[in-house]
């Protein structure tokens, strides 16, 4: 397929990188910022731009070479950078190991890149919202149309701006949002006069940022067509009704906003009963979404009737072979390029609470070679190492059911426990048992309310493992004395490859990686020196 570049020229680029990337549409052209909204077929030329960028912006490693694709933002970069500030995966050789070992300084290109990419795309985005704006109300755009495009950038905008505070700001929890966030960036820059505006405005706090996030979504839910599960292209690679609302949910269990999860999640959750042996069974009310009947039905390139939103990836445009997920995830391999550079950790695979006849420990992993030459443990999850073809899964049904369960278990008064969150947490774990009618969760399975948090939450980790979720249930549990670590939990040493500790149920071997308190300055990621040297105003996270 013939590739053209998206080009939105900038009067000043202040702290972005410039807008120049090869995206997957035909015919071969080029478009400036001054003409770009004059046709529709324009306007979705730029809307595919925003999107690009999302996938992946200019990788710049810092060192004085030239610039590369690495995944940067979402296209693979948040799934992996995710992954190994956990302890779920191990960083096998030494690509990964500054963000392993939580050692980034305001110097070093993953935490730098992400803070670069994240506010190129949100640029990019702000730039689209105001041309599609003027094309709606000129004409150029039918007002549906021009509202649709405008509330997938809405949805973009604050994806970028919630991965930041992951990463570069402490969680709600701690004193309700009081601590510094990031600059939420909501108008674009692009002349001198949104260059100086830019550098007066600080960090926001958490709250604040969180506040302006939810409304984002909440305009883009308004906006955006609904979507019909299973069709992929425009149903999962552009974001829909259902994404918007998902991504809501997300945000609000992390705010631990529990009522407002169940209040969203009630609109892509039918309120009746639901029979969780036949999880099929359960379908969103708004697009039709559900889970794939099989463990592994939704990571066929990640499009299934279960794959709410996901990020597009192809052979003619992908992350490349220093970043694409079925290459760093995957068994190392000359035959297919596969590099097997972050393994299985046995933290996660020996854990008491995944049962030995889990499905998913067959058909969703493999041992094979690691980069080093020795047997280790990976995920089939990402399948085309080839042409690094795989979809990026951002959002799942199974995400939106677990976290649902979640907001039902702790709005339970006292310590009850809540039988639609067993029926919820259920419907997603029963997929993957051998015996579900006798080995599904009952209400006698908790004791507490607690215990049927804490069940839910280790589902999480199995279900979810190597898509990038873990580090924001880390983060977003820092505080909680129950069922947080206080901080980044020690994880096993950089490299480990002794496939014999990997026992169902068995002795985690000593890890290696000590565990890095919440107290300490190392828990945030620094802000990027580039932009302190341009915006001062921006405050850097103590301790750097």
Known sequence: MKR??????????????????????????????????????????????????????????????????????????????????????????????????????????????????????????????????????????????????????????????????????????????????????????ESQVSVDLAKTLPRETVAACYTKILADLDQAETFLQTGTAGLGGYNTYYATKAAAIALKMRVKLHKGDWAGVITEGNKLVPTTTINPQNWTSVVSPIGGWKLTSAVDGAFTNNISEESIFSIKNDALDNPGTNASLARMFGVSSTATGGRGLCSISPILWNMPEWTCSDKRRTILYINGSDNTGATNKFTLKYKDPVNQSDGTPYIRYAEVLLTLAEAEAWNAASVAVATRSIDLLNTVRNRALAAPLTDAYTVASFATKNALINAILKERRIEFAAEGKRWGDIHRYATNATFGFNGVPD????????????????????????????????????????????????AQNPGY
């Open 491 to 538: 994880k096993m040493i950089s490299g480990f490859n002794v496939i014999s500790s990997f026992v169902c149920g068995g002795i985690v071997p000593a890890t290696g990686t000590p565990a890095i308190p919440y107290s300490d300055y190392r828990f945030l990621w620094p802000i990027p020196q580039q932009e302190r040297n341009t915006n001062p105003i921006v």
């Open 4 to 189: 053209i570049y998206f080009i939105i020229t900038l009067a000043m680029t202040l702290f972005f990188m410039g807008c120049s990337k090869q995206i997957d549409l035909a015919p071969y052209t080029s478009i400036a910022s001054n003409t770009a909204f004059l046709t529709a077929d324009r306007c979705l030329l730029v809307l595919n731009g925003v999107y690009d960028a999302a996938q992946s912006g200019i990788y710049d490693p810092l060192n004085g070479t030239a610039n590369s694709v690495r995944g940067y933002p979402f296209g693979a970069a948040a799934v992996e950078q995710e992954e190994m500030r956990g302890e779920d995966m191990v960083n096998v050789a030494t690509f990964y190991a500054v963000t392993y070992a939580n050692t980034c300084t305001p110097l070093t290109p993953n935490n730098v890149n992400m803070w670069k990419e994240c506010y190129a795309l949100i640029n990019k985005a702000n730039i689209a919202i105001n041309g599609f704006t003027t094309a709606g109300s000129t004409g150029v755009l039918s007002s549906s149309v021009a509202n649709d495009y405008i509330g997938q950038c809405l949805f973009l905008r604050a994806m970028a701006h919630h991965e930041l505070l992951l990463h570069f700001a402490k969680p709600y929890a701690d004193n309700n949002g009081a601590s510094l966030g990031i600059p939420y960036r909501n108008f674009p820059i």
